[in-house]
């Protein structure tokens, strides 16, 4: 396995995998990896021939209060865990090789970006759509992996893919989750033991309202009373957002018809968790 | 020479140029070809063993007021001028091909689009960017080529390239002139024999205005008068813009040192013209 931290042997590196014939995944992380980025780089050796893993904190995503400087970064135990992977190539520029003068140049999905996280985390999504055209257009794969645990994320993308005729295609995989339902996430790492043992409530109040909508709800203000009975069994969780969204538009939902997406976002302590369900109110149990 | 109409059949053209290790020029035009298009299609033809013009007059960087259902079309001219040329293969989608859907994604290359043409036309720099992103994501150039006629265009356009590290290299062709001096521009056809007999007059402007550096003439002031009392030789002409401009920014220059934009915007009855050159107070004659 390469390291590769330039621009120029990145591209070189694509050049010889493509004379070769060879098809290419791509897994864009900030590194810290677990399991949740292992089971997009498994996916991405399934699917590719070869499989390139990025590992890039990226500046223009983070909010000026955000927790750019603690990002949690370990290249060392990176490498290893990408090794054990097989994984052929991980790039990991710095800042300056991405950003070497002022960005003058986003890439934006408008309306998209404005819901959810976007709320609250302005810039947030042009800083990741933007670095994701950089990174796509460094490493030009045949497919590149994201995890259904950033939900609003995945559908962006996804989005900016069809509307600029990207010539790649997205996959999004399942969220990764601790025994106990918390989804995985580099920034569990900020939790306190205590607030640990409370964090499980986030997926436990999803499975609920997934439950209900089996059960027949389709009044989405009931289903988020429910989600709101469980998270308040923990006085450290602060609820952000609780959303039932449509699963293009991310517009919120009065009934549950068909496929919604029910995301939520919560303060636990200094950690900022998201997760999310997609429930199917026409395949009830 | 094949005309693709879908963006399908055009990413099977270029697999199949790739798969044979050829290289792949790009000549993107609105159509209503003239010469200058044919000097960048015989720049392409030089640089890359196959070329490809895509003819699309692009709805998104018209504004509500412009001249979208005006812009001279004509496809059956066009394609045999492509054809003289040996142009590999026409890309000439119908809107429904490119827009399929509300485009939410937008490439805005700021502060270099507030500037010159920008202030008059909010949002037309925006929609050239986006088309451009998504005509090389889906013929996958290695050359592009722009004229410089469009010098602003030709800018933003490398600016988002670098930016975006788009893998593709923007080759800038200098403007082709009539005898008389006016730029090649599909939009002459709106002006009137009067008109046409008055437009060299902007060109003329920007020749007196290189003369002007030339003798050693350094303030910006001074060079405007210049072009401002050659411009009012014609009532017919009403200047938008005369503005001289660092080449990186494209911000204002109090004086000229070492290289300068100068560009004009005008009004002539319904066309409105630019034209542009190049000065450079360090080499002088």
Redesign the interface.
């Given at each position: 396995m390469r390291t590769l931290t330039t621009?120029e042997e990145m591209?070189a590196f694509v050049r010889d995998a493509r004379s070769q014939g060879k098809s290419i995944g791509f897994v864009p992380t900030m590194g810290a990896l677990h399991a949740g980025h292992l089971s997009l780089i498994r996916r991405a050796k399934e699917k590719s021939d070869v499989v390139v893993v990025s590992i890039f904190v990226n500046p223009t995503q983070f909010g000026p209060s955000e927790d750019l400087e603690a990002y949690p970064r370990d290249m060392a135990a990176d490498q290893q865990k990408c090794r054990d992977e097989q994984v052929d190539a991980i790039f990991a520029p710095a800042v300056n090789e991405m950003y070497p003068?002022e960005?003058?140049?986003?890439?934006?999905?408008?309306?998209?970006t404005d819901k959810l996280c976007g709320r609250s985390r302005p810039g947030h999504f042009r800083g990741v759509?933007?670095v994701c055209?950089?990174l796509f257009?460094?490493v030009?794969p045949d497919y590149a992996f994201f995890g259904q645990k950033d939900g609003q994320q995945a559908i962006v993308i996804k989005?900016?893919v069809?509307?600029?005729?990207?010539?790649l295609q997205i996959v999004v995989c399942d969220t990764v989750r601790e025994p106990d339902g918390l989804a995985m996430s580099s920034r569990n790492k900020y939790l306190t033991p205590e607030q640990r043992q409370d964090a499980p409530l986030i997926y436990k109040s999803l499975a609920a309202a997934r439950d209900a909508v089996d059960q027949g709800e389709r009044s989405t203000e009931k289903v988020k009373q429910t989600i709101q009975s469980v998270l308040a069994e923990s006085q450290e969780i602060e609820p952000e957002y609780i959303n039932i969204v449509d699963l293009d538009t991310l517009s919120e939902l009065p009934q549950i018809q068909g496929k919604a997406l029910i995301a939520i976002a919560a303060k636990l302590g200094t950690a900022r968790l998201i997760d999310n369900i997609i429930v199917d109110a026409n395949t009830q149990k």
């Open positions: 621009i591209r003068q960005n003058l140049t986003w890439v934006n999905v408008e309306s998209l759509t933007t055209t950089k257009n460094i030009q989005r900016m069809a509307d600029l005729n990207m010539p």
